[in-house]
Structure formats: structure tokens, C-alpha cells
């Protein structure tokens, strides 16, 4: 059984793949960096992944010989069949892709994703939170009086949160509709 973290971690190899090949090591630095710092990648999950899209036909493998004296470094590059089979995970906006765990690294590959998915994301997410926000608001105000007073500012604190992510992601669909190609928020 694939967990969606695996299915995440794969949509993630084959956006940075689909930049260009690169090695392991350089590999797990850009995921590090794209999918943030809360995320840490290990060598034991990503080797096996690569494994997997190997496998799979996704991806292939060539040792690059690098300088005399080390140790031959494989590198890695999308297949055709990877590029295709990226080209469908981008396309899918389904409410994967816009929940909590999901969003960032569909997020990510925007640049790949067809504006209609793009919006189909954003809206998605967006009423995702709108819905939560309002749940959260409705519990607190029946139950306010009964927090002490930490609880109720890490309570005001994630209201807060989502509420800036709600207004960050009404300007992107703003800025995807008024400009399809330059997502940010326009003056």
C-alpha cells in the first residue's frame, strides 16, 4: 500500500527531475529546500522512492565518473514515461491537493500546472479553510471562558493563521485571474 506521503514524495522527485538530472545528494537538498524545513528528507526515504520510480520506468539512473580519485556519483533523469506520469499528477485537482499535507508541494510545481487546475487548487484550498476557520470559530466562542489563558492564545493564534493564509490565497486567485503567468499579489 502507497502512503500519501509516498505519493507526495514522488510527485516532488519528478517536479525537481523535471528541471533536469541531478544526484542523490543534490536531489535531497532541493526536496529540503522545496518542500521546507519541517519536512526533512532522509537518505532512507528518498533512495527507496528513487527505487521505486526506477522500477516503475519513471526515472533512470547513470554514474557520472566526476573527478579522479572519487567515488562515481549516479545521477538521475526523467524517463519519457516519468515526464508523462508527472504531467498527470500536476493535472489532478482533486482535494488531495489542497489539503494540509498536499498543498505546499502541489504549490511548488505551479509553475507545471495548467491555470484551470491552478485556480481549482487555490479555490479549493481556500474554502477548505474558510469551512475549518468557521468550525474553530464556533467552538471557541462556546467554549472561550473555560481556556486558560495559553490554550486561548494558541486558540487566537491559528485563527489568525488562517485568516492570513484565507487573504494570501483570495490575492493569488485575484492575481490568476487578472494575470494567469505572474501569480503575485498586484498593488
Known sequence: MVTRRAHLLEL?????LHEGPTHGYDLRRRLNTA???FRALSYGTLYPALKSLLGRGLVAETADP???GRRARVVYELTAAGKEHFAELVARSDSSAYEDDGFDVRFAFFAR???DVRL?????RRSRLE?????VRERSSRGRE?????TAALQQHGEETAEREVRWLTELIDAERRHPTDPGPQP
Open 12 to 16: 516532488a522527485v519528478l517536479g525537481l
Open 35 to 37: 518542500l521546507g524545513p
Open 66 to 68: 566526476g573527478p579522479s
Open 113 to 115: 500546472t495548467e491555470r
Open 120 to 124: 481549482r487548487i487555490l479555490e479549493g
Open 131 to 135: 469551512e475549518n476557520l468557521e468550525r
Open 146 to 150: 473555560r481556556l486558560d489563558a495559553y
